[in-house]
């Protein structure tokens, strides 16, 4: 005897998730567009989830599913960006090394947006523990470490005394082109880039000298 169909049970269909389910790539590099360019235009504080949506057009859903908050759209995009940019060259040669450093460095200070943002994250930070907290912890001290790879590495071919202070020397090999880049807002050419690697391989290579 034949079954009706209506016995027959059928097992549950696995329901495909809906576009609005997936975390689109497109839609995620779209709001970290549009959050750098909010953020330029309006500064930290009055930087808001609604006017980032909007600009990447998209709803505030959209950056709620990836972000919790503002703060943590913000520490996650800047680290993994800046993280992305930081280099730890390995040439084989100290100054080479530094020059290539140098040469990143300008290339991301020139960004008209990271020229804007910069000075504002950093007025920001001593305001709000929170963003600093997070900067510091993940951003500042990933860099600081692929710089002090390069130092690590010049030590170890004897280029550097291994007295040299790895925290003091990290200091020097951005604090110089990111103030006149950014506080003095002065060029840095190609001249100017050259001087300043000369200027800081002989201040590496002359500490401990004497001692």
Do not use: C
């Not at 550097?160 to 020097?172: I, P």
């Not at 090999?173 to 506080?183: D, E, H, K, T």
């Amino acid at each position: 005897m034949e079954r009706n169909r209506s016995d027959v049970k059928r097992e549950p269909s696995v329901r495909k998730p809906s576009g609005a389910a997936v975390m689109q790539e497109s839609v995620t590099r779209a709001i970290e567009a549009a959050l750098f360019r909010e953020w330029a235009r309006t500064g930290y504080a009055a930087l808001s989830v609604e006017a980032v949506a909007k600009r990447a057009g998209v709803g505030k859903a959209a950056i709620y599913r990836r972000w919790p908050s503002k703060l943590a759209l913000v520490s996650d995009v800047l680290t993994r960006v800046g993280s992305d940019l930081a280099v730890a060259p390995d040439t084989g040669d100290l100054r080479s090394d530094i020059e290539l450093l140098l040469r990143q460095l300008r290339r991301v200070l020139r960004h008209p947006l990271v020229a804007r943002i910069l000075p504002d994250l950093h007025a920001e930070m001593p305001r709000t523990p929170e963003l600093a907290k997070a900067i510091r912890s993940r951003l500042q001290s990933y860099r600081r470490s692929r710089a002090e790879e390069v130092l690590r590495r010049a030590v170890s071919r004897g280029e550097l005394s291994n007295e040299v202070d790895l925290d003091l020397a990290t200091d020097l090999l951005g604090s110089m082109i990111y103030w006149r880049m950014i506080v003095t807002r002065l060029p840095a050419d190609r001249a100017y880039l050259d001087r300043l690697t000369d200027l800081i391989v002989g201040a590496l290579k002359t500490y401990g000298e004497g001692e």
